[in-house]
T-cell receptor, first 115, second 112 residues
Framework: EAGVTQFPSHSVIEKGQTVTLRCDPI?????LYWYRRVMGKEIKFLLH????????ESGMPNNRFLAERTGGTYSTLKVQPAELEDSGVYFC?????????????FGPGTRLTVL | GDSVTQMEGPVTLSEEAFLTINCTYT??????LFWYVQYPGEGLQLLLK?????DKGSNKGFEATYRKETTSFHLEKGSVQVSDSAVYFC???????????FGSGTRLQVQP
C-alpha cells in the first residue's frame, strides 16, 4: 500500500511569489492534515479536512494560505504571496475515520525556502 | 493551550548506551500521548503511543509510560543502535480533537 506522498520535495522561491504544495493521502483515508515545522521548532498543526470539507482550520496562520481538497482525494496548499517566515517543512498526514482513534500517517514533507 | 516540551538536542550516544529523552506536557483532560520518529529523508512514523494514565507504550525496544501525576511521557531504550539515529518528536492529542500537538523534536546521533 502506498504511503502519503508529497510534491515537490523541495521548493525555493522568492518573497512575493506563489507556491503550491500537493499531498496525496493514503487511498481510502477520509482525514487529511497539514502541519509545518519552522526553523527546527515544533511541528504545528495547520488544518484538517474530512473528505472535501475543512473540519478545523484553527492553525492557519493568515489569509495568504489557502488549502483545498477537491473531490476529497488529494489536497493542495497554496501560499500567495510567500513571505520569508513561511520557510519551513510542510508535512501532510492522513488517517482513517473510526479506526484506532485515527492514527495519522505522515508524508516525507516539502521543504519550502523563501528567499 | 495544549503544549509539549521535550529536551533539546542533539543527543549523542555511543552504541549500546541507555537512552532517555524527556517529554512533559500541558493539556486539559486526558490526552493521548505519542512518540514519532523521523529517519533521514523520510516522513514521521509513529513509534509508540499511550492513551490513558499508567499505560506503557513500547515498540522496537523503545518504551514510554504515561505519567499523569508528573504530566510526563519520557522515551527510553536500554541499548541504542546506530540505526536509531533520527529525530524524535513527542506529541499529544487532546480529548475531542484530531490535531496533534508536537514538541520541538530531539535529534539523536548514535556513534559506533
Amino acid at each position: 500500500e502506498a504511503g502519503v506522498t508529497q510534491f515537490p520535495s523541495h521548493s525555493v522561491i522568492e518573497k512575493g511569489q506563489t507556491v503550491t504544495l500537493r499531498c496525496d493521502p493514503i487511498s481510502g483515508h477520509d482525514n487529511l492534515y497539514w502541519y509545518r515545522r519552522v526553523m527546527g521548532k515544533e511541528i504545528k498543526f495547520l488544518l484538517h479536512f474530512v473528505k472535501e470539507s475543512k473540519q478545523d482550520e484553527s492553525g492557519m496562520p493568515n489569509n495568504r494560505f489557502l488549502a483545498e481538497r477537491t473531490g476529497g482525494t488529494y489536497s493542495t496548499l497554496k501560499v500567495q504571496p510567500a513571505e520569508l517566515e513561511d520557510s519551513g517543512v510542510y508535512f501532510c498526514a492522513s488517517s482513517q475515520t473510526g479506526r484506532e482513534r485515527g492514527e495519522q500517517f505522515f508524508g516525507p514533507g516539502t521543504r519550502l525556502t523563501v528567499l | 493551550g495544549d503544549s509539549v516540551t521535550q529536551m533539546e538536542g542533539p543527543v549523542t550516544l555511543s552504541e549500546e548506551a541507555f537512552l532517555t529523552i524527556n517529554c512533559t506536557y500541558t493539556a486539559t483532560g486526558y490526552p493521548s500521548l505519542f512518540w514519532y520518529v523521523q529517519y533521514p529523508g523520510e516522513g514521521l512514523q509513529l513509534l509508540l503511543k499511550a492513551t490513558k494514565a499508567d499505560d506503557k507504550g513500547s515498540n522496537k525496544g523503545f518504551e514510554a509510560t504515561y505519567r499523569k501525576e508528573t504530566t510526563s511521557f519520557h522515551l527510553e531504550k536500554g541499548s541504542v543502535q546506530v540505526s536509531d539515529s533520527a529525530v524524535y518528536f513527542c506529541a499529544l492529542r487532546a480529548t475531542g480533537r484530531r490535531a496533534l500537538t508536537f514538541g520541538s523534536g530531539t535529534r539523536l546521533q548514535v556513534q559506533p
